[in-house]
């Protein structure tokens, strides 16, 4: 946080404005993952209870549970069909070995995004959340992520929202620190949508 806030004005006033963000660590390993795919465009309301569900299907939550589905299986996981895709595609890299998620601990950015979306349906956002919130990587970043992009425009106060191959070039001043970057960029947003409120 000091060193970005030494880079910049603007990023010296965020700072000022939210503290300390919170780390949001949560756990890392297939269930981590599977809860960020399962997650994917809901509401954090609507995510927690189709997670809810999901686990209450599958025990225990492994790559192994998820091949061995039955079509009953899924229909009760209430996941969509995208969904299912993309799990069934990361459980079967995992038990075949063509993705070892273990060994992305201490891998750059680039390198945990070339394993992981190298898997059908995992995207570079998903790659991004792992990267952050699964293994806490201080250089990671999320430039797909809507709610960065829009803290981003307001905190720097650009004319528009910026694409995410915008917002990842603006970030390349930003390393090795784009992970604080995120994190900051997301409590701005927070602080915004409760003091300011904006429409994103």
């Known amino acids: 946080m000091a060193a970005l806030a030494a880079s910049h004005e603007h990023w010296r006033v965020i ?97 945990v995004h070339a394993r992981m979306t190298a898997i059908s349906g995992i995207g570079p956002w998903t790659a991004d959340v792992y990267l952050l919130f699964c293994l806490g990587h201080r250089d990671g970043f999320a430039a797909g992520d809507l709610a960065i992009q829009e803290s981003a425009r307001h905190a720097f106060g650009l004319g528009e929202r910026p694409k995410p191959a915008e917002l990842a070039a603006m970030a390349e001043a930003w390393r090795p620190w784009r992970g604080v970057a995120a994190r900051l960029l997301w409590a701005y947003y927070a602080m915004l949508k409760r003091r300011e409120g904006i429409n994103a």
Request: aromatic letters at 4%; proline letters at 7%.
């Open 15 to 111: 700072v000022e404005r939210t503290g300390l963000p919170p780390l949001r660590l949560r756990e890392g390993g297939f269930p981590g993952l599977a809860a960020i795919i399962v997650s994917q465009q809901l509401s954090v309301a609507s995510a927690r209870a189709v997670w809810a569900r999901f686990e209450s299907v599958f025990v225990p939550l492994t790559p192994e549970r998820l091949l061995a589905a039955t079509d009953d299986d899924m229909r009760l996981s209430g996941l969509s069909r995208p969904k299912q895709r993309t799990l069934l595609a990361l459980s079967a890299a995992l038990t075949e070995g063509r993705l070892v998620l273990d060994e992305l601990e201490g891998l750059s950015p680039e390198e």
